[in-house]
């Protein structure tokens, strides 16, 4: 498939997942819209993106059913990323309700409306809750208990409604733990990584809940956002798939990696405290579905993700502190 003539609209598109998949979309020269309420999106993150191609951005919420509507004339396909993330939904579950699944329902509405080809749309390993079997694949039953992977399911069913009514073709991603440059490290949701590089810089042990055994399955968003184009070209649709690297890392690992790629081996040692209640001990995804059906294999190690995360790290909070 070639984008040179698409335009491309993606939800949270500022946002860690969503500003990727932009710069992918430019390097295959798509005319890009953004739509992002920002929130926890940032406009650095599209700098590289409109510096080097067609850039249009629309600051609104994804339930402002007349902006979506608005925004998506003329568009040929979407990318869904935008979202309420998972412990603001615990705190508030009525916002999992409006953001992640009217929102969504609204979105694919104004897709139908619109004539848009295809929707690549950002699902999650949540909707599996604690895994019955590990890896968890595909045919894996929901477990989910949190207001989040709820949204979720109820999200994958509607493409899948849509799909059958309407004939709007989509592929649906149940990432595992994504993380890379432009996550956040100052907003109060961040992820265990960012909680860990911020003790870390302090000259703090970074805290890990439990015994350090659990587990997470981390994917290096560029991989993430090569996933989501290689769905886009591809002749597959109602399908869901795992982006996962298939690897196992228990958060001790994790701790000892950054502290000893910080530079700090031998001054730190991570600290246990009691384990948060009701979050996942264990995520491993097996990768196989999207290899088999799209070609798509991570390519970044662990340690060279983590450099690079830690690089941006750096570089972001020196421009900010000379500004």
Not at 82 to 109: H, K, M, Y
Not at 121 to 141: C, F, I, M, Q, R
Request: one cysteine or more; a negative charge.
């Amino acid at each position: 498939m070639d984008l040179r003539d698409a335009t491309v609209l993606v939800t949270g598109g500022a946002g860690l997942v969503g500003s990727h998949i932009v710069d992918e979309l430019i390097k295959d020269s798509a005319r890009v819209l953004v739509y992002d309420s920002f929130i926890r999106g940032k406009l650095e993150h599209l700098e590289w993106a409109r510096q080097n191609g067609e850039v249009r951005i629309v600051e609104a919420d994804i339930r402002d059913r007349a902006a979506l509507r608005k925004a998506l004339s003329g568009v040929d396909y979407v990318f869904h990323e935008a979202a309420a993330w998972l412990r603001l939904c615990q705190e508030n579950p009525r916002l999992s309700l409006e953001v992640n699944i009217t929102g969504t329902f609204d979105l694919l509405e104004a897709c139908v409306e619109a004539g848009v080809k295809k929707i690549i749309a950002a699902s999650s390993s949540s909707v599996y809750g604690e895994g019955l079997y590990l890896p968890t694949d595909e045919k894996h039953p929901f477990n989910n208990d949190l207001f989040y992977g709820a949204a979720k399911i109820a999200n994958e069913q509607h493409y899948r409604a849509f799909y059958k009514k309407y004939g709007l073709d989509f592929v649906a991603f149940r990432y595992l733990n994504v993380y890379g440059p432009r996550q956040p490290y100052e907003a109060a949701y961040m992820d265990v990584i960012m909680h860990f590089l911020n003790r870390i810089d302090a000259g703090q042990p970074p805290i890990v809940r439990g015994d350090g055994s659990a587990t997470v399955d981390l994917v290096y968003v560029g991989d993430v956002a090569r996933a989501n184009i290689l769905a886009l070209t591809s002749t597959v649709t109602d399908e869901f798939f795992n982006v996962a690297s298939g690897v196992e890392t228990s958060l001790k690992d994790l701790a000892c990696l950054l502290i000893k790629l910080s530079g700090k081996e031998g001054k730190l040692e991570p600290l246990f405290e009691p384990m948060d209640g009701g979050l996942v001990t264990r995520r491993w995804g097996d990768p196989a579905k999207a290899r088999e059906l799209l070609g798509f294999v991570t390519t970044t190690p662990v340690e060279e993700g983590m450099r690079r995360v830690i690089d941006w790290r750096e570089k972001t909070k020196s421009a900010r502190g000379a500004s």
